[in-house]
């Protein structure tokens, strides 16, 4: 299902700096369905690499994360080696700072430094964004815990989706190659259950490709944070064979807030948050999601499994996004639930 790409950027890459940012989140296999697949890197290496551009392939993963091991472990670092690519870590690379729309943030030089971004995110369900794909993909071009402070400074969805907005206005010309061979539902990002999806798309234009993914899997674009007052003023024109995904299943996590008005939100605080919730008998206190936490809500010294502060979580779904086990979900308050089951009938 591909959406219509009008830029000609994609065709002029010979002798450009092209960057191929992959999803490398975290230190899992293939067929769990949590980074973009070996052979979708591997094809669009050896398109660059015969249309004559210098490329490059590069990331920042989860905070938590060993990148030898994520490169290991997903196949991507073994595509690297054998296509004579190097692979870029953000972290190594410096940065340079923007100011955009309110929002201060760094990015790593080799993403802002790139004549073209060939962006390949997977396609999967997200605690904090409901989807992620396109749009949330280049979070990745902040470098290492930078992504955390940015978490902990707009906790909120709301925040986050303009903070995702912001940041694609200041990077060089991309075009999106979403992988949906092999998607994930569930607890994504990186918990939930592999769905084959049957499909690749791909756009210039980021939000317009999510919100065509919306569609495809009947999602909400609007719930979508960073896809709220947008998607529909920038609804492509798809090409290409048909998709529909009859299910497709997402978690209830804090996008949730959008359902309820601001004003009603302040009054009742206490009775609307979403909180992580653990699974003792999945929970091996690695220890991840406390080094994780940007507010510092979660302590494990002596405990079976971490202990939440609920008075300083903000809901950001950063622990649950780096659990190696799935044992971790995203709990909304009864007030949250309600509302979702009354927007659902409506």
Known sequence: MPAE?????????????????PNLLTD????????????????????????????SVGDSPASTANLRSVLSKSGLGAVCEEEGVPFVPFEREGV????????SF?????????????NLPKVKSHALTKLTAAVKNLYG??????KTTLHRLYPKPAEFGRLLRAIWKVLPPAVSIADGIVGMEGQGPANGRPIRLGFLAASADPFALDGALCRALHIRPDSVPYLKGVAAARAPEVRGEAVDVPKFSTPLGAHLLALVP??????AAGLIWVRPLFDAARCVACGQCVRACPAQALVLEGRAVPQLNKKT?????????????GAI?????????????????K
């Open 5 to 21: 790409n009008t830029s000609p950027v994609w065709f002029a890459v010979r002798g450009k700096r092209v960057l191929v940012k």
């Open 28 to 55: 899992r296999t293939p067929d769990e369905a949590v980074t973009t697949h070996p052979d979708a890197l591997r094809a669009v290496l050896r398109h660059l690499k015969a249309a004559g551009a210098d490329v």
């Open 96 to 103: 340079q700072n923007f100011t955009e729309d309110g929002f």
């Open 106 to 118: 760094s990015l790593a030089k080799p993403v802002v430094e790139a004549d073209l971004i060939v």
């Open 141 to 146: 071009a902040v470098p290492g815990y930078s």
């Open 262 to 267: 601001a004003w009603f939100a302040r009054l």
């Open 313 to 325: 979580c903000i809901g950001c779904a950063c622990c649950h996004e780096v659990c190696p086990k």
């Open 329 to 345: 979900r995203m709990k909304p308050s009864a007030i949250l639930r309600l509302s979702h089951a009354f927007k659902d009938l």
